[in-house]
């Protein structure tokens, strides 16, 4: 997918695409320095850390990936849109661009996919970002998100009204977005074919022992303490209706060192909300 002039005005970045197996994924890659790699949720894209890739590009390795069916990247009908292919992309990608180590961002789902990837390969993890996240089990699910996993409802709600990524861009955040930036985020999700990512990431959220996803979360839950000895920065918009006050304290649990920046009037969409702050405060933190 191809990004028109006025929205390049907010995401100034060349596209990058990768070859063989992961044919179809596009990525972000700008700046040099120590790699820094981003992983973004649900129904967001590497349109999400667009101020931030602004903010370290001087003296970092900026490398965001957007998911198969997200974003710049391919956006496939029949595929297999589960956590465990996105981790295996993520996987294959780092692999691809033969990073020795890199700093990591999550949020969103990018939690449980970056997590995962941190499994596959924690020798290569310095430093941690975690914002709005999960990659353990949720204590519960959102009405408004399970009314999106009934099927043929689902289906209608957010590939047919765009009713999961249009409402994102006003829901998500407590500072208002610009006309551009609502574009931005929306523009590769613009067609019943585009959302098939949306409605599958909604649909692949683990409920259940014996589901595959299910017992990927496990395998990472029970690997996160392992990153401990890491220096982790935490940042958490605390009017997220999904990833509320209990998310958060579950990082503070696991991760009792962390150096943690919650903003009591800011949502999920933290990097907007806190473009000035928590921008600062990450920048500050990967770059001593």
Known sequence: MKLPDHIREEYPFAQNSLSVELDGLNYVDEGDGNPV???????????????????????????????????????????????????TNAVAWIEYLKLETFDLVVHDWGGAIGMGVAKAMPEKIRKLVILNTA???VPRIPLRIQICRIPFLGDLIVRGCNGFAGPAVRMAVKKPLSSAEKV???????????????????????TKSGQETYEVVAG?????????????????????????????????????NAEVHAYEQSGHYILDDEREDLIERIRSFLIP
């Open 37 to 87: 790699v981003m992983f973004h949720g649900n129904p967001t894209w590497s349109f999400y850390y667009r101020n931030l890739i602004k903010s370290l590009r001087p003296e970092m390795r900026c490398l965001a990936l957007d998911h198969m069916g997200c974003g710049l990247s391919d956006k496939p009908q029949d595929y297999p849109y589960t956590l465990k292919q996105h981790i």
């Open 135 to 137: 990659a353990f089990f």
């Open 184 to 206: 931005g985020y929306l523009y590769p999700y613009n067609s019943w074919k585009n959302r098939v990512a949306n409605l599958r990431f909604v649909q692949d959220i683990p």
């Open 220 to 256: 990472i839950e029970a690997f996160l303490p392992q990153l401990t000895s890491r220096e982790i920065l935490i940042g958490w918009g605390l009017k997220d209706f999904c990833f509320n006050q209990v998310f958060l304290d579950r990082w503070k649990a696991i991760f009792p």
